[in-house]
Structures are given as structure tokens and as C-alpha cells.
């Protein structure tokens, strides 16, 4: 069934990117190399500001979808694999030249495998369905490494080189799907979002753009230190504890027509935001005295945060775009987010990490000293990915100082996170078809939701 083969190809995409990103930090640590952190981590938004130029130039004209997935999953699965061996050798700067050019190959895949699945099913509507699998996908990698012990090792990058591998050689099997520009003649202006750039000269969506970018700076916080925070306060398993936050995003995503009904673009929005506020000053507050519910909650609001804020964006976006400019829309949307709001985030975060948090390195290598070495089973350690524990004999005036610098870390993406929501709370007014936007047909009354109510 092809829905089948598409739902495991969005399993596998995510699998491979789960595997390693989420707690890179901590083997990058491990393997005295967190000055080059934020540089590894830059290796995502770069490739995605570059993505779009190669899936325009090349993938949508010239190979079948499914081959060119493929070979550069191949590729990056030999890129990955020596990414692993600079990590292990203490070479950073060839880590993270490894690690761009492996997301280089990883990032195109995301375009390619949303055209393969859109040209291989007859109903839009069932799209959802094969991409939930892409979020449960990152879920069984989190558990995975967790269950394994495997978070602060170079293995999450083994075995992200081999699920590469396995998902280059399964893309060989998918349905076949020709290039979908091929013969069309090449148009600079779109490739390069002009088109989609003019959508600027509305205010309302040129503030949606900035605010967006802007909201992301503090998103990369998380994303490079929510693991170091868990493992630190005494989490044995951050890998595993942090698919919480994929695992309340499938909620969520179910959510968001009956909400987008009741609230519109801009609620919609300002709740995203609002729970980025929150998130961050639960891992604040919830630092010194390393409260488990707090750091915990501070996870599962990444549900509210990713599907409130960028399922909603991509909604509005949609719906203001003309037709003949809705891609161009997208992927300005996602080369202002993902890419260069995400790439100046993790410069910030990194800055900050490297003047405030002096003495956590200390304090990992204290807990990992004092740690018992005691051999847990793999649904053992599962079954510790919801609780907290420091091991005895750890410096209690270590701990205090560290935590105390872990609050002053995660408070300053928290005021930028607010300090942006209020820009957007005072500046963004605008008026969605909310009906349309949820792909709801026309009635006898007209569009379903009432045309022109407020966002």
C-alpha cells in the first residue's frame, strides 16, 4: 500500500535526524569539544537557507525524486560516519564541516519527501496521516538512545550514519517521481522568492515574517541546551524524556482545527509564544532547587510551541499568498525561521553559554564521576525517562553555583521570547478566512468559519 511505504519513509527521515540532534550538545561535551557546539548545531540552518536553491536548481528538474533522496542519503551516511570519527579524534573544526555537509545532503530530503508523498496520493487530506509518522519516528530514536545510554556518546552518530544508510536504500524503493519542473524553463524570480518577498509590502504580514525570525533566536536555546539542563539536574535519560515534547506535539497537532476555530492566526500565535516564555522560565526557576514537574512541564510545552506557532504560520502563510506565490510563500517562511532566524540563535545562545555557564562542565564530569557505574537493562532505563536523580557525593556548593547559572541562562531566551510577543501583540492585526484556512469547503452561506473574521 503506498501510503504504507510513505508513512515509513517519513518514520526513517525523522528517525535519522532524532538520532543525533537532540543531544549532540552532551556528546560534543563528552568529547571536550563544546566550544564547536554551536557551530555543529549552525549546520542545520545553514543547509536550510541553502536547500531551497538546490532543490530548485537540480532536484526539481533534472533526477526523480526518490533517486536523488537516495543517493544523498548515501552520501551523507559516509559523511556522518566521519563526522563520528573528527568527534572521536577531537577534531571540531572537521566535525563541523562534516556535520554541514552532511545536512546539506539531510535538509533537501525534507522538500524531496513531502513532492514524493504529494504526487503518490489522490486525497491532500491524507497527507497528515503519513507525516505523523515522521514525529513518531523522532520519538522511537529518542527512546532509543535513552534506552540504550547512549545520549552522551559518539554512538547517536554511528547510528544516525547507518538509519542515513537505511533510508537511502529504502528511497530506492519508493514509488517512482519524475521531476516535478523537468522541461520547464528556469525562473530566477521564483527560485529566488521574489515574488513571495513582495508579499512584504502588507504590514501585517511583514511583522508575522519579523516576529517570526525574531521568536526563533531564543527556539535555538532549546533545541542545543534543553539536554544539557535535564542531564545536569539529574536526568539519566535526556534523550528519552525529550520525546515528551514530540509526544505532546501529536496532541496538539490534533488540536489545532478546533482551536484555530475558536482563536484565529493571532491567538493562535501569541499562545505559541506565551508557552515559549513559560517553557523557558520553568527551566529557570526550576534550576536551583531542580524541581522535576517544572523541568518536565518545561518539555511537554514544546507541543504548544512548535504546533501553535509554525503549523499556524505555515497556515496564515497560505492563506495570504495568491496561488502562483503560495511555495514561494513557504519557503521564504521556512528560509526566514528555520534558517537564518535559527543560525543567528544559535550564535546568541552559544555567546551566552560560553560567558555565563563557567562552571558546568565541572559539574557534569562531577555527576558522571559519582554516578554509579550499574549496568540497567534497556526498559529500565525507558522507564527512567520521567525521573530525576543526583548522585551522592556531588559538590553541593558545585551544584548551587551551577544551577544559579543555569537560571540566569534560560532567563534571557525568556525575555527575548516576551519582549516579541508583545511587539506582535501590539503591531499584528489581520483578517483569515479560518475556514479556508483548515481546507473546509464552501457552503450555501459562504466560506465555512465566516469570510473576513478576525485573525
Given at each position: ?258 482551536f484555530f476555530r475558536r482563536l484565529g492566526v493571532k491567538w493562535m500565535i501569541l499562545i505559541g509564544m506565551a508557552a515559549w516564555v513559560a517553557r523557558y522560565?520553568?527551566?529557570a526557576f526550576g534550576a536551583p532547587d531542580q524541581v522535576t514537574w517544572m523541568l518536565l512541564l518545561g518539555v511537554v ?155
Amino acid at each position: 500500500m503506498v501510503t504504507t511505504r510513505l508513512s515509513v519513509m517519513m518514520f526513517l527521515q525523522f528517525f535519522t535526524w532524532g538520532a543525533w540532534f537532540v543531544t549532540l550538545f552532551l556528546c560534543m561535551a563528552a568529547e571536550d569539544l563544546g566550544d564547536y557546539t554551536p557551530r555543529a548545531y549552525q549546520s542545520a540552518p545553514i543547509a536550510a537557507i541553502i536547500a531551497p536553491l538546490f532543490l530548485g536548481l537540480i532536484a526539481d528538474r533534472l533526477f526523480p525524486s526518490q533517486i536523488v533522496q537516495g543517493v544523498l542519503m548515501l552520501l551523507g551516511a559516509g559523511l556522518m560516519w566521519a563526522a563520528a570519527g573528527a568527534v572521536e579524534a577531537g577534531d571540531g573544526g572537521l566535525a563541523v564541516a562534516l556535520f554541514i555537509a552532511y545536512m546539506l545532503c539531510y535538509m533537501p530530503t525534507l522538500g524531496l519527501g513531502n513532492s514524493i508523498a504529494f504526487a503518490n496520493i489522490d486525497d491532500q487530506n491524507k497527507f497528515p496521516a503519513i507525516r505523523v509518522w515522521g514525529t513518531i519516528g523522532w520519538i522511537v530514536a529518542g527512546l532509543l538512545v535513552g534506552g540504550l545510554g547512549w545520549d552522551a556518546t559518539t554512538k547517536i552518530l554511528y547510528l544516525a550514519a547507518g538509519a542515513s544508510a537505511v533510508f537511502g536504500l529504502y528511497s530506492f524503493t519508493l514509488p517512482h517521481t519524475p521531476p516535478p519542473a523537468k522541461g520547464k524553463p528556469l525562473d530566477m524570480g521564483s527560485l529566488l522568492m521574489v515574488d513571495a518577498f513582495g508579499l512584504m509590502k502588507s504590514a501585517p504580514f511583514a511583522v508575522f515574517i519579523i516576529c517570526s525570525t525574531l521568536i526563533c533566536i531564543p527556539l535555538a536555546y532549546y533545541y542545543q541546551y534543553a539536554s544539557g539542563i535535564l542531564a545536569q539536574t539529574g536526568f539519566t535519560q535526556p534523550a528519552s524524556t525529550m520525546t515528551l515534547g514530540q509526544m505532546s506535539e501529536i496532541v496538539f497537532m490534533l488540536l489545532i482545527p478546533f482551536f484555530f476555530r475558536r482563536l484565529g492566526v493571532k491567538w493562535m500565535i501569541l499562545i505559541g509564544m506565551a508557552a515559549w516564555v513559560a517553557r523557558y522560565l520553568l527551566f529557570a526557576f526550576g534550576a536551583p532547587d531542580q524541581v522535576t514537574w517544572m523541568l518536565l512541564l518545561g518539555v511537554v510545552l514544546h507541543g504548544i510551541c512548535y504546533d501553535f506557532f509554525f503549523v499556524t504560520g505555515f497556515m496564515y502563510t497560505d492563506q495570504k499568498a495568491p496561488a502562483g506565490v503560495r511555495n514561494q510563500a513557504q519557503s521564504m517562511l521556512v528560509f526566514f525561521t528555520q534558517g537564518v532566524g535559527m543560525l543567528i540563535g544559535y550564535e546568541v545562545a552559544g555567546r551566552l553559554f560560553k560567558a555565563t555557564m563557567t562552571r558546568q562542565q565541572e559539574l557534569a564530569d562531577a555527576i558522571d564521576a559519582a554516578r554509579p557505574a550499574t549496568e540497567l537493562g534497556y526498559f529500565e532505563r525507558f522507564g527512567e525517562m520521567l525521573s530525576r536523580r543526583l548522585p551522592e557525593g556531588v559538590d553541593q556548593q558545585l551544584l548551587a553555583e551551577t544551577m544559579e547559572q543555569w537560571k540566569d541562562f534560560w532567563l534571557t531566551p525568556a525575555y527575548m521570547a516576551a519582549a516579541i510577543m508583545v511587539v506582535f501583540a501590539l503591531a499584528f492585526w489581520d483578517r483569515v478566512d479560518r475556514g479556508a484556512a483548515l481546507g473546509e469547503p464552501l457552503d450555501e452561506t459562504g466560506p465555512a468559519g465566516g469570510e473576513g473574521m478576525p485573525a
